[in-house]
């Protein structure tokens, strides 16, 4: 399995950017994750605290250095503050396949954050990894993460039946897809553009 190995400069459009987890981000994304929304549509533990972030950091350098996940904080370029998360998940090499995941803080939410940082990872790991195809799931009732996912260019490609187990129960999942040759055309939007 390929080793993920963090980019060279962090990746950026100018606004946000993406860049490896540092331990001073702890708070910052107890801030992003602790909200109703994010245990609405995600299986993050709740409440979630700095504690939860440095655990959840540890276990970072395994998961790049083994090429199963890759991690970024999303950060606001004007004022280096935390606002969102931004990881990639691949869980088979041979596929070339991955998985992209997200969530932005509720004070961050509407600002082209979520969509932002969509398009810089996805370009990272279509681009700079080399994977073929990546993957986004929302919940059905998620209309605005299936918002992002299609400004991203992601494409729909239906529901996924008994996808995932979300607080203890089988949900279905909308499943969009990205693929590299998808990318040629697609350029990062401009500035303070909302979802």
Known sequence: MPELRPPERP???GIILLRAWRESDA???AA???DSETE??????????PDDALQWFATHPEAWSTGRSAAMAVIEVSNERVVGSAELKVSDWSQQVGE???????TDRGKGV???AVELLSRWALG???LERLELFTHPENIASQRVAQKAGFVREGIARSARVMRGHRV??????????DLPGRIVRGPFQSE
């Open 128 to 130: 700079q990894v080399g």
């Open 114 to 116: 979520a969509t932002r």
């Open 100 to 106: 992209v995941a997200y969530a932005v803080g509720s």
């Open 32 to 34: 992003v994750l602790n």
């Open 27 to 29: 708070s910052g994304l």
């Open 172 to 181: 279905d999942l909308v499943r969009f897809s990205l693929i590299r040759s």
């Open 11 to 13: 990746l950026t459009d």
């Open 40 to 49: 609405r549509w995600t299986t993050t533990p709740q409440p979630y605290g």
